[in-house]
Nanobody, 130 residues
Framework: QLKLVESGGGLVQPGGSLRLSCAAS????????MGWFRRTPGKEREGIIC????????VYADSVKGRFTISRDNAKNTLYLQMNSLKPEDTAVYYC???????????????????????WGQGTLVTVSS
């Protein structure tokens, strides 16, 4: 069974940091483009960051560039999202995803990003508030 399980969400103050984890099972995450989406209240789910399988290159949405970092631990088959300088507008449910591609017209960090997602996690809530 293909599965992604996120953890690490919670309440953090503005300017703080948080690291989300995404444990993959049933497949080797390093073989696929992997990324993170988020859904903020009242908005569509959006892709924010993606890491390629071939060379580990990354694609970031402008809203998180310079603040968020994606990484993998292949030994643990786990994906991470390091979030720094958090803002109240980062409050969202964050989803881990296995996708078709990071770049291109249907890349994960595009308005069509969900189209090629093959596996979703259940989501973890991040709340940024004082």
């Amino acid at each position: 069974q293909l599965k992604l399980v996120e953890s690490g969400g919670g309440l953090v103050q503005p300017g703080g940091s948080l690291r989300l984890s995404c444990a993959a099972s049933g497949f080797i995450a390093d073989y696929y483009p992997m990324g993170w989406f988020r859904r903020t209240p009242g908005k569509e789910r959006e892709g924010i960051i993606c890491i390629n399988s071939s060379d580990g290159s990354t694609v970031y949405a402008d809203s998180v560039k310079g603040r968020f970092t994606i990484s993998r631990d292949n030994a643990k088959n786990t994906l991470y999202l390091q979030m720094n300088s958090l803002k109240p507008e980062d409050t969202a449910v964050y989803y881990c995803a296995r996708g078709g591609q990071c770049g291109g017209a249907f890349g994960m960090v595009t308005p069509e990003g969900e189209r090629l997602v093959e596996v979703w996690g259940q989501g973890t809530l991040v709340t940024v508030s004082s």
